[in-house]
Structures are given as structure tokens and as C-alpha cells.
């Protein structure tokens, strides 16, 4: 984090915005600012009620930001880079939510629609990452949240941590969701 003369630091807001583009913006604020003054400056930015706020550790899992003491973990984490950089979602219809299904580019669980890689063995992306031409190689399918998708969000969360951490070792996650995929299928039938 860089702090300036007059002890104000850098931050940096990635805002997920409810059209699927994400909106970045820099600001600076006092190096000692609470939780509370942060959570009131983005309100008055965007002028939303109900939001989270999330960053990426060094092993790359989201981690929510609730409290204060959170807020100050986050800070002294992130104080070797040049800006604060967190994570803000708008809260949204829970209708729209694919349940423990993650864009495979982006990484981020999926509102809204969802596009499913016709050619590869399991291959998801977000609106977003669709939209910026992320893997325009293949046709793409769009698929629409279902209410079943909800019951299996725990199993499909823990899979997903597994297969991240796999895919960090291997290159044959593929396959791997291929089979679960199968199994899936089958035990709906």
C-alpha cells in the first residue's frame, strides 16, 4: 500500500455492476480509515444498499469482509502492493445465482447467465467473461439458473476448491469433471 506525504493510502475498487461489467476505480483515503467509512464511501459512489465486499489472498480464495477486524486483516495483507485492491459485489436476486458453478476465467461463482463451451468437457464462463471474448474459439451455450442447481451448492463448492487445487498440479481437470459431471446425470435419472 502506498501512503503519500499527507498519510493517505492508494485503494482500488473492483465493482461487479448488475449488467455483468465490472467498473474499477482509484481513490485515496486516510491510512487510518474503519470499515464503516470505507463501506460509506462506496455507498456514496454507487448509491447501493446492499453489497459485499471481498479480496484475494495469497492463495487466491475470496475472503469476505464483515467486520472491522477483517477489514484491518485485509489491509495489513495487502500493505507490500502499490493500491488496496477489494472486491465489491452487489447484492442480487438469489433466482439468479448458478449455485457452486464458476466461471472458468474469471473464477467467480456465476450470476445470471452462464455459457457452457459446446466443444470442451466442461468448460463454464460468467456473462462478463463471455462478453469480453474470453474462449471465442468454441460456440458457447447459454444456460439460465434452475432452482434444483441450489440443492447441490455445498458438494459442488467443495468440488470446485478440490479441482482449483488440482488444476494448480495437473492439467487434466477435464476429465475429472467429466466423470462427476456423468455420475451426476446418472443419479438424477
Known amino acids: ?3 503519500t506525504k499527507c498519510n493517505l493510502s492508494n485503494y482500488k475498487i473492483c465493482v461487479s455492476l448488475e449488467n455483468g461489467s465490472i467498473d474499477v476505480r482509484r481513490f485515496q483515503l486516510p491510512h487510518s480509515i474503519q470499515f464503516d467509512e470505507f463501506k460509506n464511501k462506496i455507498f456514496n ?3 447501493k444498499s446492499k453489497f459485499d465486499i471481498y479480496w484475494i489472498d495469497t492463495e487466491e480464495d475470496r475472503v ?4 472491522e477486524e477483517e ?3 485485509a489491509l495489513t495483507n495487502m500493505s507490500e502492493q502499490n493500491a488496496v485492491k477489494f472486491h465489491i459485489n452487489f447484492m442480487t436476486l438469489k433466482d439468479n445465482i448458478h449455485y457452486g458453478i464458476f466461471c472458468c476465467n474469471c473464477k467467480d461463482e456465476i450470476v445470471g447467465f452462464r455459457y457452457r463451451c459446446l466443444s470442451c468437457s466442461f468448460y463454464e464462463l460468467c456473462a462478463t467473461c463471455e462478453r469480453n471474448g474470453n474462449h471465442n474459439q468454441h460456440r458457447l451455450l447459454r444456460i439460465i439458473p434452475s432452482p434444483e442447481d441450489m440443492y447441490s451448492k455445498s458438494l459442488l463448492k467443495l468440488l470446485h476448491k478440490c479441482v482449483l487445487s488440482y488444476d494448480k498440479e495437473n492439467q487434466g481437470v477435464h476429465d475429472m469433471m467429466d466423470q462427476f459431471l456423468k455420475k451426476r446425470r446418472n443419479d438424477r435419472r
Not at 64 to 67: G, K, L, R
Open 1 to 3: 500500500m502506498t501512503t
Open 45 to 47: 459512489l454507487y448509491a
Open 64 to 67: 469476505n469482509i464483515d467486520s
Open 71 to 73: 477489514f484491518q486483516i
